[in-house]
Each structure stands twice: as structure tokens, then as C-alpha cells.
């Protein structure tokens, strides 16, 4: 069975880091897309970050520069480092497993698993 279990969030101050973890279990998360999306009461599901089966990483414009997406693969884990966070970032994130394609991750939706969530709540 795959399961995905997000753990890290918290609260934070405005400009503070947190480092969200998501352990796989019951497939090898590196045969797949993986990625990080976050929903906020009121506003629109965001894809964070991503990283493909070849490694190559993507960021919402909203987080370049701050956030970074990585795998340890021999854990198993999925990794999304933020760091300079803002109130606008407070947020329910989940972390997603997706098929892979030729044309890198087209979707971060957990049509493989899905995460129950970690909340993240930066104040200013």
C-alpha cells in the first residue's frame, strides 16, 4: 500500500525556516514525480516545487529562491527546505507522488499517494 506521510510543519515568524519531510512507503518515490503543493484557506491549490525522476527540480515563481526541493532516495524521503518565509506562505502543504513522463512532471495532483498534510503558519 502507498502511504506518504508528511511531518515538520509548525509556526514560524515572518523571515524564519522550516524543513518539511515526506517518508514513502510501499514504492521506491524515486520512480516517480514527486512534488510539494500547498492550499490556503480562501485561495487557490499551488504547486511548490517538483522534482523529476532525473532530479531536475521546478519552483513556483512565489518561492524561487527560497525553497528547495530534494530527495534522499536511499530514505525513501522527500525534502522541502523553506527558508526567508512569509505570511503568505502560511498554508496546508502536501506532498505528491505522480507518473513520471518524457515531458518531466505534468501533474502534482497524488494520483500514486498523497499526504495527509502539515500546516505551516509564518507570522509577521
Known amino acids: 500500500q502507498v502511504q506518504l506521510v508528511e511531518s515538520g510543519g509548525g509556526s514560524v515568524q515572518d523571515g524564519g525556516s522550516l524543513r518539511l519531510s515526506c517518508a514513502a512507503s510501499?514504492?521506491?518515490?524515486?520512480?516517480?514525480?514527486m512534488g510539494w503543493f500547498r492550499q490556503a484557506p480562501g485561495k487557490e491549490r499551488e504547486v511548490v516545487a517538483t522534482?523529476?525522476?532525473?532530479?531536475?527540480?521546478s519552483y513556483a515563481d512565489s518561492v524561487k529562491g527560497r525553497f528547495t526541493i530534494s530527495q534522499d532516495n536511499a530514505k525513501n524521503t522527500l525534502y522541502l527546505q523553506m527558508n526567508s518565509l512569509k505570511p503568505e506562505d502560511t498554508a496546508m502543504y502536501y506532498c505528491?507522488?505522480?507518473?513520471?513522463?518524457?515531458?518531466?512532471?505534468?501533474?502534482?495532483?497524488?494520483?500514486?499517494?498523497r499526504g495527509q498534510g502539515t500546516q505551516v503558519t509564518v507570522s509577521s
Open positions: 522534482i523529476d525522476t532525473d532530479g531536475s527540480t
Open positions: 510501499g514504492y521506491t518515490s524515486s520512480t516517480y514525480c
Open positions: 505528491a507522488a505522480d507518473p513520471a513522463t518524457p515531458f518531466g512532471c505534468l501533474v502534482v495532483v497524488g494520483l500514486v499517494g
